[in-house]
């Protein structure tokens, strides 16, 4: 019996503040922990977090090898200028992530929470202590990274009938 390889995705939950940044695997129906954190990119030079947030997924990518990317799709802000950094944000990561070869999705916030935390209402923290329990972790992740790990579950659980756009 052949095994099917193993698949890798780096789930990206994007802010300028805070970044969250994860590499989850499959190997057959396991699901793996690879690689998690939180990015505190601070509140300085807005133009220098982006540079820390395309460094830092770019690392990711060279470190960990995923084969695909997943990104929290955008939700509505109410602010302009709050709309505009995310939107920054998540094109630092994304193009980290282009220049690693890697095809990424955009996954809607509500999908994210169906697939990891059973309806589309789910509460950071029913994320957070899901993560854990699908992903059999006894620490406690912080709040960026259990979204950034639920992306990439969420992409695992559904990939390829997820309804998102490839990036």
């Known amino acids: 019996m052949t095994r099917s390889p193993a698949i890798r995705v780096i789930g990206i939950d994007p802010g300028s503040i805070k970044c969250g940044i994860a590499v989850v695997e499959r190997r057959g129906n396991q699901l793996i922990r690879v690689h998690s954190e939180t990015l505190n990119c601070g509140r300085g030079e807005f133009s220098v977090r982006l540079e820390r947030i395309y460094a830092q997924v770019h690392a990711v990518c060279v470190e960990h090898r995923p084969t695909a990317g997943a990104i929290e799709g955008l939700f509505h802000q109410r602010y302009a200028d709050a709309a505009m950094k995310l939107g920054h944000a998540r094109a630092a990561a994304i193009l980290a992530m282009r220049h690693n070869q890697l095809e990424v999705s955009e996954i809607a916030p509500t ?37 950034a790990l639920a992306i990439s579950i969420a992409w695992h659980h559904h990939n390829p009938i997820l309804p998102r756009r490839v990036l």
């Open 111 to 147: 999908q994210v929470k169906k697939s990891v935390g059973a309806y589309g209402a789910a509460g950071k923290e029913q994320i957070r202590s899901m993560v854990k329990l699908l992903l059999s972790i006894q620490e406690s992740p912080g709040l960026d990274e259990s979204d």
